[in-house]
């Protein structure tokens, strides 16, 4: 018999809500909480091992949980990973991808997971894991765990090439060629489209272009020597500590930082903790990336009203458009309420 | 304009004393042929070896493919402005040798275009091109000056190839057809009221022109198409022999002279015409490199297909990478235009199928009909036979082979087994129209 491993959070643990999110890790041999419903239905595999870790040290102390959940995986023996499911839960879905790539990049297991479609762990992991749409709540924990272990029972019986249309996990932009069954030349395929378009009839294209999200551009500023200008950088500029222990990739985490009372960056005092480019002149000078000291020139000057209090920080490399969204709008409030007129980004 | 094709159904080749053919069998006089390729004196070496569906065989460095055609009672060329002087195609009569193509092997050196067949076994349905009896011509050359080359023109090969195809569909000129396949499509104004009211597509080819100089690329009636804007064509033209395949496209993504000559969307317009749709004709244009060009090639056909009135268009590129932006352009632009587009192309997904698809997308462009990933790795095993020089597919540079690879090793292994990408199966995903091949989510 093979064997799997379940992660699940301090919630489904019956650890306890909210107030014991901040979990630390932990591993127990056997089944907890939804491995009773992964265990029934998956028929390749016993699941021998549970993980359990809060929704919030996950969140927060992201390199510690998975330092440790790492080595309690590197003292057991398993054959693939599950997750979840998720359901709803932003935090635990975030916290489920997290685990499931990091334990398929190190491990080389397949990893499954599930979450409703609108958790925001779909969009940041359906690349790295394979996620399955699932419920809204725990009612439908049944429902979820076997469509995962239906895709585990798969992979454990040799397979690794799964179409998303048959199994039905979020497509996660791997696309291979395939040899139709009924071998439809291209050109018929076209045709019959083609008719099917000028009749206004519903048609399925075979490349689906993702849509694009573009963002209007703003109105100018009517007079800039009275508006209130911010800066805002995906270039990874923070004090040196890195206090919000933003991540150097794939960043989730964001900060801002008080510059009321500087006419510049010092390097020493702030630096880069950006890792998709060379540091160096950054490092020495961090106004490369973020120019107070440019920015305090033309306030002087009277070009611009004054330089935002605040400049807002994260990292760019490798940072999914969904997670960049929800970050720009947990920033959008805090400028509005300063009454920032305008915002120059900068990246690197 | 109206095409009379006089097929003839070719079941089996062989060499004998005349080139004739009777009861299905085509008998070639091996050395009657060779001087026709001899012809020019820059090929050097050459013989004719056939090659059939289900022989262990495989055939590589593949430079071309052309159907043997000729014209009858008549002197103008089979290939104008290749084969003889420019004269119009796609009128009159020509006989056509079905079910076989002449290929234009090289002897012994390959360049980036070049593909390979497999005419048995798992790598047979990776090319339409082993389900035809391949007559091949097997040759080399003197054109020193590309002999290390990555990038060749072939042209000595090529035309060489294209002079036997039409020496071999001449042997039928006194012959009756087996079969008499008309082509016809009048004026776009002058048709009934009928025909009129149906919706009216054009088909937008963009052929291979993206080399700057001269003598890689596809040809109209033997001109480069890189010095062209698009232009109105006559589908009876495109299946007529004045257009020819190049020498530089990453081959499963290349169309063949033969797949010019029985483009099978052409075929489907052509039977839809009167019934559903009204088929306007072809939209030819080109892929290029600049930006500029591009956008001059997008506007071109977006106004030509504005003043022939067409409701609709099939649009279909030869290439992948830097042309998905000529594609795509086009595609954007016809749709602005008003006129509703379905698009035909390949991908480029990589060995993990986690690249973007093509190089440039638009949301415009919401109808698509995909033909294969050309960077799908495949492993065969050894053949019997080699037609040409199995080294080739390693050595010299061709788009889906290699020499080195730390984890792969070389492409060609000791034992005759290969490990290649897609890229070089032999006009393998047949964007033309063939493909049996879709692309979907894993």
Redesign the interface.
């Given at each position: 018999m093979k064997k799997a491993v379940l992660y699940i959070n301090q919630f489904f643990a019956g650890i306890g809500g909210e107030e014991m999110a901040d979990h630390a890790p932990e591993i127990r041999e056997g089944l907890v909480g939804p491995g009773l419903a992964l265990d029934g239905s998956l028929k390749n595999a016993e699941v021998t091992h549970t993980i359990i870790c809060g929704d919030n040290f996950m969140g927060s102390n992201t390199e510690e949980a998975v330092a440790t959940i790492n080595g309690f995986l590197k003292d057991i023996e398993f054959d693939i990973f599950f997750a979840g499911p998720a359901f709803q839960a932003g935090r635990y879905g975030v916290a489920c991808g997290t685990i499931c790539k990091h334990v398929e990049k190190e491990f080389g297991v397949k990893t499954i997971t599930s979450m409703h479609v609108e958790n925001p762990g779909v969009e940041m992991f359906k690349k790295d894991t394979y996620v399955f749409p699932g419920g809204k709540s725990a009612a439908a924990m049944r429902k979820d765990t076997a469509k995962m272990a239906g895709l585990g029972d798969k992979i454990l019986d040799g397979g690794t090439l799964f179409l998303a249309e048959e199994e039905g996990f979020f497509v996660r932009g791997v696309r291979h060629q395939v040899w139709r069954e009924d071998a439809v030349p291209a050109a018929d395929r076209a045709i019959d489209m083609l008719i099917k378009k000028l009749a206004g009839d519903d048609f399925q294209t075979e490349l689906p272009i993702p849509k694009l999200d573009r963002v209007p551009i703003a109105a100018p500023i009517t007079d800039l020597s009275k508006a209130n200008i911010a800066i805002v950088t995906t270039g990874g500029i923070v004090p040196v500590d890195n206090p919000d222990r933003i991540q150097s990739a794939s960043a989730t985490r964001w900060g801002r930082y008080d510059i009321s009372a500087d006419m510049g960056l010092e390097g020493g005092v702030y630096k880069t903790i950006h890792a998709g480019f060379d540091p160096a002149a950054a490092d020495a000078d961090p106004d490369v990336i973020v120019p107070i000291d440019s920015m305090r020139e033309y306030e002087k000057e009277g070009k611009i009203g004054k330089l935002h209090e605040f400049f807002y920080s994260t990292v760019g490399t490798g940072t999914t458009e969904a997670e960049a969204a929800r970050m720009a709008s947990e920033m959008v409030p805090f400028l509005q309420e300063a009454g920032v007129d305008a915002i120059i980004l900068t990246s690197t | 304009m109206k095409l009379e094709l006089g097929n003839f159904f070719v079941k089996e080749v062989k060499f004998g004393e005349a080139t004739k053919f009777s009861k299905g069998t085509l008998t070639i006089n091996k050395e009657e042929a060779i001087a026709v390729v001899k012809e020019d004196e820059h090929i050097t070496d050459c013989d004719i070896v056939i090659a059939s569906p289900g022989d262990e065989t495989r055939i590589v460095p593949v430079k071309e493919a052309i159907e043997p055609r000729a014209k009858v009672g008549s002197e103008a060329a089979a290939f104008p402005g290749v084969t003889g002087e420019v004269s119009q195609a796609g009128i009159g009569r020509t006989n056509a040798l079905k079910g076989c193509s002449v290929l234009a092997v090289g002897k012994h050196w390959g360049s980036f275009g070049d593909g390979l067949i497999d005419m048995s076994g798992e790598g047979a349905?990776y090319t339409l091109f082993s389900q035809l009896i391949n007559i091949c011509l097997v040759a080399d050359t003197d054109e020193e000056s590309e002999r290390h080359e990555q990038q060749k023109k072939n042209h000595a090969i090529r035309w060489g190839a294209h002079r036997l195809a039409e020496y071999l569909a001449k042997a039928v000129e006194n012959e009756t057809p087996e079969e008499m396949e008309t082509l016809e499509l009048g004026a776009m104004t002058k048709r009934s009221a009928e025909v009129s009211k149906l919706?009216s597509?054009v088909y937008v080819m963009q052929p291979q022109s993206q080399m700057e100089e001269m003598g890689y690329n596809d040809l109209i009636y033997g001109w480069d198409l890189n010095h062209f804007v698009p232009t109105l064509v006559h589908p009876n033209e495109v299946l007529d022999g004045a257009f020819i395949s190049g020498s530089f496209m990453p081959c499963s993504s290349k169309w063949s002279t033969y797949d010019f000559q029985n483009n099978?969307?052409i075929?489907?317009?052509y039977s839809?015409h009167g019934k559903?749709?009204n088929f306007l004709g072809v939209i030819m244009s080109n892929l290029n490199v600049s930006l500029e060009q591009k956008q001059r090639s997008a506007q071109f056909v977006a106004k030509l297909a504005t003043m022939v009135g067409a409701?609709?268009?099939?649009l279909a590129e030869e290439g992948y990478g830097n042309p998905d932006a000529d594609f795509i352009a086009c595609f954007v632009e016809l749709e602005k235009a008003g006129v509703?587009t379905?698009g035909?192309?390949n991908?480029c997904?990589g060995r993990?199928?986690?690249s973007q698809?093509?190089v440039t997308?638009?949301?415009m462009?919401?109808?698509?009909?995909?033909?294969?990933?050309v960077s799908?790795l495949i492993e065969l095993p050894a053949m019997k036979t080699v037609i040409g020089e199995l080294e080739a597919l390693a050595r010299d540079g061709l788009s889906g082979g290699w020499a080195f690879d730390e984890k792969l090793g070389a492409s060609v292994k000791e034992d005759g087994s290969i490990i290649l990408e897609?890229n070089s199966m032999f006009c393998g995903d047949?964007?033309?129209?063939?493909?049996?091949?879709?692309?979907?989510?894993?």
């Open positions: - | 349905k919706p597509v099978p969307t075929k489907r317009l839809e559903s749709l409701d609709g268009a099939v509703k379905v035909m192309t991908e997904t993990d199928g986690q698809p093509l997308l638009d949301e462009a919401d109808a698509i009909v995909t033909c294969g990933n799908q897609n047949q964007v033309c129209g063939w493909s049996p091949k879709t692309m979907k989510e894993f």
